[in-house]
T-cell receptor, first 114, second 118 residues
């Protein structure tokens, strides 16, 4: 069965600093990979996704992620964090089995210091 | 974001009560989902409906009973819940056919119903 690990439960960065959130997955083939963000009191919003092709994908709000097959990773990055980026971030994996079910990581809560 | 709405936003119920959660999507999608989000646990898929038919049930206890009368509305009927069922219940929708694979579909989430079972 596939699994998703987000090793960092909680991260604090200063506003303007760079950010990298880690995501590792376990799956035999190339999965479909997603990053979602959840602001307080809100549902999840898709930041970006990777299916195939260029391993560096751009998303909304200035985020990008890089798929590294050799490391089974799909880390999320942002060069300069804004206070409004404070939220919880979820990595998710899907696979081509005819089902819609995604496997989500436990999430990383991002705090932004002024 | 008003594409997927959920009511109520907060609900407190006793273990003997019966209540229902409602989800409505205004995006013209044909697939709808219920998820459970508990503290410190990954998001858990509960049910998936496609064109009003249930296509996935992730071994959810029968005290949770979903209903999908049409592609825009999804309900979760609750009865005799347990305190451990307290969680945020999220509804989502997606559109089949655009992504080429069901697992590629972008899911659009509602804000959730925060449920407390006493």
């Amino acid at each position: 069965a596939q699994s998703v690990t987000q090793p960092d439960i909680h991260i604090t960065v200063s506003e303007g600093a760079s950010l990298e959130l880690r995501c590792n997955y376990s799956y035999g083939a190339t999965p479909y990979l997603f990053w979602y963000v959840q602001s307080p009191g809100q549902g999840l919003q898709l930041l970006l996704k990777y299916f195939s092709g260029d391993t560096l994908v751009q998303g909304i709000k200035g985020f990008e992620a890089e798929f590294k097959r050799s490391q089974s990773s799909f880390n999320l990055r942002k060069p300069s964090v804004h206070w409004s980026d404070a939220a919880e971030y979820f990595c998710a994996v899907g696979m081509d089995t005819g089902r819609r079910a995604l496997t989500f990581g436990s999430g990383t809560r991002l705090q932004v210091q002024p | 974001e008003t594409g997927v709405t959920q009511t109520p936003r907060h609900l407190v119920m006793g273990m003997t009560n019966k209540k229902s959660l409602k989800c409505e999507q205004h995006l013209g999608h044909n697939a709808m989902y219920w998820y459970k989000q508990s503290a410190k646990k990954p998001l858990e898929l509960m049910f998936v409906y496609n064109f009003k038919e249930q296509t996935e049930n992730n071994s959810v206890p029968s005290r949770f009973s979903p209903e999908c009368p049409n592609s825009s509305h999804l309900f979760l009927h609750l009865h005799t819940l347990q305190p451990e069922d307290s969680a945020l219940y999220l509804c989502a929708s997606s559109q089949e056919g655009l992504a080429g694979s069901k697992a590629r579909e972008t899911q659009y989430f509602g804000p959730g119903t925060r449920l407390l079972v006493l």
